[in-house]
């Protein structure tokens, strides 16, 4: 089992930055995925960010938003930048090991206009 602890969401005005990070504990050994996803209300939980030997973005973040590991610190983080309303959404950690899938609990992002 793999347990993962997010933090840093919040409130922000539009323009403004956050950074995400996602502490992994438990049994670590063989993940080779993390990122995270973001589900807003009414909508459908949707990609944001994630690595494995590549990283990957969802294109409504590119140039925006930053995947980072710590892979000494078995961490992951998302840095947020010109962040916009249409930002706002409980994002979820994520990882992969052997095959199976871990989540967060969720951290919400609020971004004001």
């Known amino acids: 089992q793999v347990q993962l602890v997010e933090s840093g969401g919040g409130l922000v005005q539009a323009g403004g930055s956050l950074r995400l990070s996602c502490a992994a504990s438990g049994s670590i050994f063989g993940i080779n995925a993390m990122g995270w996803y973001r589900q807003a209300p009414g909508k459908q939980r949707e990609l944001v960010a994630i690595t494995t030997s590549t990283t990957n973005y969802a294109d409504s973040v590119k140039g925006r938003f930053f995947i980072s590991r710590n892979n000494a610190k078995n961490t992951v983080y998302l840095q947020m930048n010109g962040l916009k309303p249409e930002d706002t959404a409980v994002y979820y950690c994520?990882?992969?090991?052997?095959?199976?899938?871990?989540w967060g609990q969720g951290t919400q992002v609020t971004v004001s206009s």
């Open positions: 994520y990882v992969r090991r052997l095959g199976d899938n871990y």
